[in-house]
């Protein structure tokens, strides 16, 4: 499951939305975030979080995947919104008893709180539509073509690459540990957790000294050479065409609505 | 309260809030999540963060340049971070499981301007694929996890191996301080950006209360996982600490007086046999033995002058071969009880070895 909601596995695959090119997708999610984060009005952000999950839907994304990802902020999200119903606003609309106290929720709050929550949810839903659809590789190529320095690719990449590999390892020592009673009591387990880190930093710096060897033998020159942004075909023109176009209609109710 | 579907709303919210912090596998309260923070907010958290992330890119080309094993080094340490903040932490307050920052390691390990660079990277991976986190809010997290926490960790940790505190407990303050302070950071970013019109104060401590249930053992908890880190490493691969220079293993005073004293030893021992021999071989003539001196004195007074020996070893190379025929029956007998002396013996401590496992 960890590997299905983390890998890019869905952006591998061929179909009209992971063929985009990756700066399209990349220009259109930045700007649609910025959208949300500036509608004053919740229904705006939640029509652009069914937009994408539909189109998600269209590619055979499973529902749980994005359901899994959601729970996170969603969480987050939730207590934002309580926090802003019992501190914020003027009209009360309930009143909660709680061991002696009064706590007394208000219109104002819950509107505040809904608009983040329908923001979250936009936002979140970009962020799923933009990763389900793009393999990292591309997406770190159109970066570079918006000149994020080298730098900060080359190790992105190269982090991506080995993430895999030490959660393999210390999957491997974690279940070492555990059949050897590791977490039968909390003494233990702080003491495995530890050593468990432990085992990832070791493991990390030895691979580092390996990668480095390897990529001096593949005539690595202090700069990785990653894929360059290729020329837009006419299905990428067509698709900035019906973003844009999206985009500005959304841009027009936005301003119709303050 | 008036209206019944406005409460029955606002009841679904505090139960599906209650359900989600108490009941999904991991409370993912360490970064902020996508779309909280408004858009100005979001902007000023990511230039507050971005000249740490310039300086990172300049220190990492200097670096690089010096050892051409950092950049990946870097990259496997971004892995780590992640790796890390992605175990799940039983939270017994909280019932519920919840994960570590990981910054206090990566600020220990590799310092703490790379380890905000390194952060910055982890944060991104998470946003991306995890939704945890996000873009919009990824200069805040980057303060509040990269900056707040590894600063705070990495001086926790140089003051108190400067004042000689054990590398337990300094790894065990760092890391509570690393994440500790992530969550004072993050409650006021979250205070500073919701507060609206009313004081900013009460929203503040508000949010900080509400955090402490889980954030106040978990940060124990992390910096248990710090301490048992550093240790572990320091044991296991102390070489590794040394590279990074984070810790240097120089001899305490009583094992640098053993080893003098050793030194000592040994070549007052030396000198001594090298005197020994020496004088020996100036004396022999001046000083003779008993048996020459007395014995021999005493025989030939007596008219018993000495013979010369049936076997004259002084005589050819008698004394060569005889010494010939003792190295190859030593050697036969050492071929011939080869295996019993060392192979066996090895094959026996391994065994006790992997027993002792």
Redesign the interface.
């Known amino acids: 499951m960890i590997k299905e ?4 596995s869905f952006a591998q695959k061929e179909n009209y939305l992971t063929n985009i090119d990756a700066r399209i997708k990349l220009i259109f999610v ?1 700007a649609t ?2 959208l ?3 509608s004053a009005k919740s229904f705006l ?1 939640l029509g652009i979080a069914v937009a994408a999950i539909c189109f998600l839907g269209t590619i055979k994304v499973p529902f749980r995947v994005m359901l899994v ?17 019992f ?2 606003g003027k009209s ?5 008893h709680l061991f002696g106290y009064t706590l007394v ?1 208000y ?1 104002e709050g ?1 509107q ?2 809904l608009l ?1 929550l329908s ?6 839903s970009l ?2 539509f ?2 389900m659809t793009t393999p ?1 590789n591309k ?1 770190l190529a159109a970066a570079g073509y918006f000149k994020v ?1 080298a ?2 690719i ?10 895999f ?3 393999e390892d ?1 999957s491997i020592v974690r279940d070492a540990q555990k059949m050897r009673l590791g977490y039968s009591n909390v003494a233990r ?3 495995s ?10 493991k ?2 030895d ?3 390996a ?2 060897e390897a ?2 033998l593949r005539g690595y020159k ?1 700069k990785v050479i990653y894929s360059s942004a290729a020329k837009f075909t006419p299905g990428d023109n067509v698709a900035a065409v019906i973003f844009t176009a999206f985009f500005l209609t959304l841009l027009i109710i936005n301003f119709n609505i303050r | 309260m008036n209206n019944p579907i406005l409460k029955k709303l606002v009841l679904c919210l505090l139960l599906s809030t209650l359900y989600s912090l108490l009941f999904t596998d991991a409370a993912f309260a360490m970064h902020i999540s996508e779309g909280i923070l408004p858009l100005p907010w979001a902007g000023l958290w990511f230039l507050v963060a971005l000249p740490f992330l310039i300086k990172g890119i300049f220190d990492i080309k200097k670096r690089a340049k010096e050892n051409s094993s950092f950049k990946p080094l870097l990259g496997l340490m971004a892995a780590v971070v992640f790796v890390i903040s992605c175990m799940p932490v039983p939270v017994p307050t909280a019932g519920t499981c919840s994960h570590p920052a990981g910054t206090g390691i990566s600020a220990i390990l590799v310092g703490p301007v790379m380890s905000i660079f390194v952060t910055s990277i982890a944060l991104f991976i998470q946003a991306l694929f995890l939704a945890h986190g996000g873009f919009t809010t990824w200069g805040a997290d980057i303060v509040s996890m990269g900056v707040g926490g590894s600063l705070a960790a990495y001086f926790a940790f140089k003051i108190l191996r400067r004042l000689k505190a054990p590398l337990f407990f300094s790894g065990f303050v760092a890391g509570i301080l690393a994440d500790w302070v992530t969550y004072i950071i993050t409650s006021f970013e979250l205070a500073s950006a919701l507060h609206g019109s009313k004081p900013f104060l009460p929203l503040f401590t508000t949010i900080l209360v509400a955090f402490i249930p889980t954030q106040l053992p978990l940060g124990i908890l992390e910096g248990f996982l710090t301490a048992g880190m550093i240790v572990f490493v320091s044991k296991r691969r102390p070489d590794i600490l040394s590279q990074l220079s984070v810790v240097s293993f120089q001899p305490s005073v009583k094992r640098k007086m053993k080893e003098k004293i050793k030194i000592l030893l040994f070549t007052f021992l030396a000198v001594s046999s090298l005197l020994l021999a020496g004088s020996r071989k100036l004396l022999a003539d001046s000083w003779p033995g008993v048996d020459v001196s007395v014995v021999e004195k005493v025989a030939e007074e007596h008219g018993r002058s000495a013979w010369t020996p049936f076997i004259n070893t002084d005589q050819g190379d008698l004394l060569l071969f005889v010494f010939l025929l003792a190295g190859i029956s030593g050697g036969f007998v050492l071929g011939y009880c080869w295996r019993k002396l060392f192979v066996e013996k090895d094959d026996l401590k391994h065994d006790k070895r992997d027993i002792q496992r």
């Open positions: 909601i983390f890998s890019d930045i975030m910025v949300c984060l500036l952000p990802r959601f729970s996170a902020p969603l969480g987050i999200a939730l207590t934002v919104v309580l926090l802003q119903i501190l914020f009360p609309i309930i009143k909660v929720g219109m819950l505040r709180g983040i923001r979250v949810t936009a936002t979140v962020v799923i933009l990763s990292l997406l320095p730098t900060w080359e190790i992105t990449m190269l982090a991506y690459r080995y993430i590999m030490l959660f210390v387990s702080l003491r957790i530890g050593e468990l880190a432990g085992a990832a930093v070791i990390a710096y691979q580092s000294l990668v480095q990529m001096m202090e």
